[in-house]
């Protein structure tokens, strides 16, 4: 059903077997797509797995972000939180986070994130986090790991080029990408490009800017996720080494994908979630970092683009299309 006034759409979850306690009224905050739709599906599961045989019950609700990076979403998000009067909100990424907090609703806040929330501002600490939140993150350890693992595939790489996305500001002033803070990276320019849709990523590998580019790192924002066949398209064309933040891309012809096995995140959320119901404060409760990584390689690609990886690189991929 519609929330009255918003272009945002809620999905009703699953609640337990009746209970004399009225259940928790658990608001699940992200994007309009068939992606998060699937994630909320495996938070569901994961939570019944994890509280099968607990008193406690549930009331689940999806509240779905429309993505068209020209609205602004913030104040109906914001609007529609305080329609449903959550007990915990389980926001799936960094700009979603920040505005329930900016709400100060007091209810607890447990958050999916691309970037470092410590560098990026949303939080204070890992350990003991601030601002009612705690969560699980990426980091900026993968946005590191996947620029060395990108290098190791175009060894003589001077200048790289960064595909980031605009609209990750967090604070006023400090705008930050899905890749967190750009930490220099020895002997090796970078470079950084927003693109928010399709037309303009085209625009871009046209340009002598991009040509200019000897590698490109596609960090995780919407546009390669939700356009993730153009957007091989369009590197495609520039004919340099390209590594992608998910294993679909290999399967659209790209050349590389580094790639967190986020599925873990619904088991961090869930026992985030007993942990508050055990009466830990949040700020008790440490942000979890994303410990386990794919690499692939699409060796059709690379050949047809004339980059030669080594054995030894081939060799520790998870992934290898040949």
Request: net charge positive.
């Amino acid at each position: 059903m519609l929330v009255a006034g918003a272009a945002f759409t809620l999905l009703p979850g699953v609640a337990r077997a009746a209970q004399s306690a009225p259940p928790l009224r658990l608001v699940v905050v992200d994007n309009d797509t068939a992606g998060a739709r699937n994630s909320y599906r495996t938070f569901l599961e994961a939570l019944n797995r994890r509280f099968v045989n607990a008193p406690t019950r549930f009331e689940t609700i999806f509240l779905q972000v429309p993505i068209d990076p020209a609205e602004n979403r913030r104040p109906l998000l914001m609007k529609n939180l305080v329609a449903l009067h959550p007990d915990i909100i389980f926001a799936s990424n960094q700009e979603y986070a920040d505005t329930c907090a900016s709400l100060n609703t007091g209810k607890p806040i447990i958050f999916f994130s691309t970037v470092d929330p410590v560098s990026s501002g949303l939080t204070n600490s890992l350990t003991r986090p601030s601002r009612g939140m705690t969560g699980f993150t990426l980091g900026s350890r993968i946005a590191l790991k996947r620029r060395e693992m990108l290098l190791r595939l175009a060894p003589r790489c001077k200048v790289m080029g960064l595909l980031s996305s605009a609209d990750m500001t967090i604070k006023e002033g400090r705008p930050q990408s899905s890749g967190g803070v750009q930490e220099p990276v020895s002997g090796v320019e970078q470079r950084r490009f927003n693109c928010e849709t399709v037309a303009q990523l085209e625009a871009l590998v046209r340009s002598a800017a991009a040509r200019a580019v000897d590698a490109w790192d596609v960090e995780y924002t919407v546009l390669p996720y939700q356009h993730a066949e153009e957007t091989v398209r369009c590197f495609n064309q520039l004919r340099r080494p390209v590594i992608y933040p998910r294993m679909k891309h290999l399967q659209m012809g790209g050349m590389a994908a580094y790639v967190p096995k986020i599925e873990e995140s619904d088991d961090v959320w869930v026992s985030q979630l007993a942990s508050l119901l055990a009466g830990v404060p949040i700020e008790n409760i440490p942000i979890v970092q994303s410990t386990r990584y794919s690499f692939g390689l699409n060796l059709k690609a690379c050949h047809r683009m004339g980059v030669i990886p080594s054995k030894a690189l081939i060799k520790i991929a998870d992934v290898v299309i040949e």
